[in-house]
């Protein structure tokens, strides 16, 4: 896995500190050219891998890079899926049987209700597939090579109970797309425990992981242990705290954790960018 | 172990139903929805029992509480089922279309000894409760004005049919399923207001409900109130809510993330000067042991399990304080009637 990553809240209205700062953002990135810009300063920077939500947008995105491989040719996605809000704008106006019919590839939800097998006796494997499917759509023929769940259906199948459904999502992935499965969580250390209870080994993870503890249910220690224990690749997000710390002394603390995989961040502006990579790079020697 | 069950498996009941599998004091023995290709989904994955009628959770499963999330319509009768079981309960929001019926099931929880909660979660989030601290608190001297606004999608084009929010009857609209939250936090904020002096109940999209709701408010001792709701603004990427609060001494605008607060020179107040202060949720908002959304669902699921643990009457949101929001939702749609000449 590369140690450094790009991510996307910046291009979508996402800023867990400011409602304003996520609109001026929203508005600065009301283009797919102005992403691409971004995204060329960071790939110029030497990452490679960009971790986005499958926001309709990134298939923009997607359509440039293919468009250009030479240009690209190192360039991969980590697709993070779904973009819920599509889906939870949509349950709470249309219900969750007409959600699954707008975004499940066309007749097979008809299936899955009238035919053979309904959903009432139960196929919710078959459905899963059906929507990575119709998520994974706009990367087709791009390097894809991990495919992560987004935290709010990782969390809420952990609190569900529905690991086995994890499993089959890290199944299907790998058969399918030969990629690996990744799991963003807000709940990092009971996901791991749930992962291995469903026989996923060493998973590779993705989780809130900053100085001050922002979003880390369990708490740093806990956190700290888990990471050094090597049971699984952690990819550590929100490592600011969406700037409730400094720059250098958030990576700093992040860099300095024993077991730590990747660090993904998000910036606007091509200094940040820059900035950012050669505080990890200084901590971390040259990254890969 | 509290033993707990739940009424409606929707989008609500589904994101109570994994906080309440994840608190470590509470078994989820029984789940009760009539859609079967939910149920017997949960069934299978986790061995839950499950019903299609609710008297019948009732009466086997040996319940200590309740959680309901049916459409509000339902709830006046689901709940006193349940507080005629002995149960604790704690409801979807807002508690019931009509007050009378709040009031009722107000009473009857507080004759029944049951903790009793309604699921306003603005209530758990830190930048608000510190906001309402510093209100209660005196720091902004007297309030003489409180504008809250929230905007979101959720109907953002005309179409047939919908779900149940898009029935009157049923609760549905923008004013008991959105704006109720608003009122909710003005409410919280600086108290309900005695009188809705004008409101305007705007369609956009929807054919039956309305879509945005404009209201003016007048509280007790003569400070003005405004609400601005839309939940057709696709400008949003998910629901928006923010409040600003005006005192003789300075002013909060506070929303999720935020709380700004400005005071005037010499009204500093404990470690806030003069001038603006600005505090973030990464420093105001205590963090939970299983987090799905936002820490505020989780809190108030984890008060209302501490409260049925510790035999208290429960920290927030009672019924009663549902109650009082019903009385003003049902203010602002009586106000809209009139402007419209209903």
């Known amino acids: 896995m590369d140690r450094i990553l790009f991510g996307d809240n910046q291009f979508f209205g996402v800023n867990h500190m400011s409602e304003e700062k996520a609109r001026a953002q929203a508005m600065q990135f009301r283009d797919t050219r102005s992403i691409m810009r971004v995204l060329d300063n960071a790939y110029d920077a030497g ?26 040719e190192r360039f991969k996605f980590y697709p993070c899926m779904p973009y819920a809000h599509k889906y939870a704008n949509s349950i709470g106006e249309v219900g969750a049987i007409e959600t699954l019919r707008r975004f499940a590839p066309g007749g097979l939800i008809e299936t899955l209700f009238k035919g053979a097998f309904s959903v009432a006796t139960q196929d919710l494997d078959k459905l899963m597939q059906l929507l990575v499917d119709a998520e994974m759509k706009n990367f087709a023929g791009l390097k894809t090579p991990v495919i992560f769940i987004q935290n709010v259906v990782t969390d809420l199948l952990l609190g569900l109970k529905l690991h086995s459904l994890l499993a089959s999502f890290s199944n299907y992935v790998q ?10 969580t807000m709940n990092l250390p009971r996901l791991v425990d749930a992962l291995e209870s469903v026989g996923i080994k060493n998973p590779i993870v993705c989780a809130n992981i900053n100085k001050i503890g922002f979003r880390m249910s369990g708490g740093v220690d806990v956190y700290r242990k888990l990471i050094a224990s090597k049971r699984c690749r952690p990819i550590a997000m929100s490592v600011f705290a969406s700037g409730a ?20 961040f998000g910036a606007s502006s091509r200094a940040n960018i820059v900035q950012t990579k050669q505080l990890i790079d200084q901590r971390w020697g040259q990254a890969q | 172990m509290v033993r707990a069950g739940l009424l409606g498996a929707g989008k609500m009941g589904l994101s109570h139903l994994a906080i309440l599998g994840a608190h470590p004091g509470v078994e989820v023995v029984a789940i009760c929805d009539t ?13 839950v029992e499950t019903f299609k009628d609710f008297g019948k959770m009732l009466d086997s499963s040996r319940l200590d509480c309740v959680l309901i999330a049916t459409p509000t319509s339902t709830h006046f009768q689901v709940t006193s089922e349940a507080l005629e079981h002995g149960l604790h309960v704690f409801v979807e929001k807002p508690l019931c279309l009509n007050p009378q019926d709040s009031f009722k099931l107000a009473e009857l929880a507080k ?21 309402r601290r510093l209100v209660r608190a005196g720091a902004l001297g007297e309030v003489y004005h409180v504008d809250a606004q929230a905007f979101g999608q959720v109907v953002v084009k005309a179409k047939a049919g919908g779900t ?58 003569g400070a003005s109130g405004q609400l601005t709701t839309n939940w057709s603004d696709d400008s949003y990427r998910k629901m928006s809510t923010a409040v600003t609060i005006f005192g003789t001494k300075g002013k909060i605008i506070v929303d999720r993330q935020e709380c700004k607060i400005y005071l005037h020179r010499g009204a500093e107040f404990e470690t806030y000067a003069a001038g603006w202060t600005i505090r973030y949720i990464t420093d105001l908002q205590a963090p939970v042991s299983y987090y799905l959304r936002g820490e505020e669902y989780s809190a108030q699921i984890d008060a209302f399990v501490d409260a049925i643990e510790k035999s208290s009457t429960g920290k927030e949101n009672s ?24």
């Not at chain 2, 019924?319 to 209903?342: K, L, P, Q, W, Y």
Request: charged letters at 20%; a negative charge; proline letters at 3%.
């Open chain 1, 175 to 184: 058969t399918k797309y030969k990629a690996e499965a990744g799991f963003i």
């Open chain 2, 35 to 47: 859609a079967a290709y939910v149920t017997s989904a949960l069934r299978k994955q986790t061995g």
């Open chain 1, 47 to 72: 990452i490679e891998v960009f971790m986005c939500t499958t926001h309709d947008r990134i298939g923009e995105v997607a359509e440039i890079v293919r468009a250009n491989p030479q240009r690209y």
């Open chain 2, 164 to 221: 149940w929010r898009s029935s009157r009857k049923e609760g549905g609209g923008c004013l008991h399923d959105y704006a109720s939250h608003v009122v909710d936090l003005m409410n919280f904020m600086v108290g309900p207001p005695e009188e809705v002096l004008g409101a305007h109940l705007r369609s956009v999209y929807s054919r039956d409900v309305e879509d945005a709701v404009y209201a003016t408010l007048r509280y007790p001792g």
């Open chain 2, 111 to 131: 004759a029944k000894n049951k903790v009793n909660q309604v699921g306003y979660h603005n209530r758990f989030i830190g930048t608000f409760i510190e906001a």
């Open chain 2, 319 to 342: 019924f009663g304080s549902a109650s009082e929001t019903d009385r003003v939702i049902n203010m602002i749609a009586a106000a809209g009637a009139r402007s419209h000449g209903v």
């Open chain 1, 245 to 264: 710390i400094p720059a250098a002394e958030a990576i700093e603390w992040v860099c300095g954790l024993e077991g730590l995989e990747s660090i993904v």
